[in-house]
Every structure is written in structure tokens, then in C-alpha cells.
């Protein structure tokens, strides 16, 4: 009864290869974003999609694609993997847009990026 | 600029002690917080948020203090036991910014038998 997956969990390339990392949720949530967790566990938001839509999109390099084939599901496809890559990458999802209307953001279990 | 920040970045309580983990933010115009609790290799759990328009909430063992006079924001855990040992984080929102939260830099509970 898993709620937000993500796959694979560990991803080890090398730099300049190109890679995708898959998510999905079965809560019926209408937003799934991409976060990205430094070595100092710091969590940064990426992107935000509502209804299969783009809404957040931060100061994020082009070579970081995401890709909502449907609401239940976001991928995030990386080309020219850099060794600035390397961190933790966490799906989640929310009901709605959340924020200060207060809709819950659930995440999934991260997928570790390791670019050699 | 926004930030949120924790005020200490590792706290060692004992068992069966009341934990006490801080977090301040900047901006006066955040109006929804949450914090979040990550164990090693997790994603981040939902623990409890408030609104702006309440000063306390309590959930079960938790409990989230906000001090809007001086952006303040606190989450005690009542009688900590091993199984809360993990990063703490605040994060926060402000209306009009959609769904983005903020996230405080994180604050790791030790908990010691």
C-alpha cells in the first residue's frame, strides 16, 4: 500500500550520461513535486505539477526535465549528468496546491544520484 | 531574504525527556508551517503543521508552538523514546506562493538510553 514510489532507489553514473528517475502516487493527489536533498540534507524544491500542469519551476537547470504522463505520475529525466548532481532526489505529492491552504506534502523514499 | 533556520543543529535528550527543537523564520508574510521528521534513508514524515492564525496545536506526544512577535516556531515531543531519534525539519509557506514550502536546514534528535 505504498503512496508515493520512486525507482530505482540507488542510481551510480557516470558523468555526462543521461538518466530518468520515476515516480508515482496512488493517494489520487492532484500535485507531485521534485525536491533535491544536498550532503547537508538540505531540501530544496525543483518543481511542482498540478493536473498533469507546471506551476512551480525553480531556478533549475534545463538539463532537468520533468514529465507528468498523468496526474498519478512524475519523472524527472536528467541529461549531462554533472558531479553537482550527486545528492537525494524526493517525489511527493499533495492533494491539491498546497502551501498556506494546508494540503499535506507526502514523499516518497528518495532515490540516491551518484554521479562518478 | 526567506529562510527558515533551526537553532541547533544536533539536540541529545534522553529517554523518556521532553524534546524541545526551535526554528525561526524571516518572513513575516509565511502563514503556514509544518515540520517533518526523516530517519536515515526515509523521506521526510509529516508530523503536524499549523496555520498563522493559531499560536498552538497538539497532536499525539507533539506539540508546535508559534510565536508570530518574534517568527518563531517550536516542536516539543513528549517523552522522546528511541524511535524518534531522526532530522527534524521546519518548513514554511506564504500565501500566494502556491504550493512551495520552505525548508529549515534541519535539526538532528539524539536519543539516549
Known amino acids: 500500500d505504498t503512496a508515493v514510489s520512486q525507482t530505482p532507489k540507488y542510481l551510480v553514473t557516470q558523468m555526462g550520461n543521461d538518466k530518468s528517475i520515476k515516480c508515482e502516487q496512488n493517494l489520487g493527489h492532484d500535485t507531485m513535486y521534485w525536491y533535491k536533498q544536498d550532503s547537508k540534507k538540505f531540501l530544496k524544491i525543483m518543481f511542482s505539477y498540478n493536473n498533469k500542469e507546471l506551476i512551480i519551476n525553480e531556478t533549475v537547470p534545463n538539463r532537468f526535465s520533468p514529465k507528468s504522463p498523468d496526474k498519478a505520475h512524475l519523472n524527472l529525466h536528467i541529461n549531462s549528468l554533472e558531479l553537482g548532481d550527486s545528492a537525494v532526489y524526493f517525489c511527493?505529492?499533495?492533494?491539491?496546491?498546497?502551501?498556506?491552504?494546508?494540503?499535506?506534502?507526502?514523499f516518497g523514499p528518495g532515490t540516491r544520484l551518484t554521479v562518478l | 531574504g526567506e529562510s527558515v533556520g533551526l537553532h541547533l543543529p544536533t539536540l541529545s535528550v534522553q529517554e523518556g525527556d521532553n524534546s524541545i527543537i526551535n526554528c525561526a523564520y524571516s518572513n513575516s508574510a509565511s502563514d503556514y508551517f509544518i515540520w517533518y521528521k526523516q530517519e536515515s534513508g526515509k523521506g521526510p514524515q509529516f508530523i503536524i503543521d499549523i496555520r498563522s492564525n493559531m499560536d498552538k496545536r497538539q497532536g499525539q506526544r507533539v506539540t508546535v508552538l508559534l510565536n508570530k512577535t518574534v517568527k518563531h516556531l517550536s516542536l516539543q515531543i513528549a517523552a522522546t523514546q528511541p524511535g524518534d531519534s531522526a532530522v527534524y525539519f521546519c518548513?514554511?509557506?506564504?500565501?500566494?506562493?502556491?504550493?512551495?514550502?520552505?525548508f529549515g536546514t534541519g535539526t538532528r534528535l539524539q536519543v539516549t538510553l
Open positions: 518548513a514554511e509557506s506564504r500565501t500566494g506562493t502556491a504550493s512551495k514550502l520552505t
Open positions: 511527493a505529492s499533495s492533494r491539491v496546491s498546497g502551501g498556506a491552504r494546508g494540503d499535506t506534502q507526502y
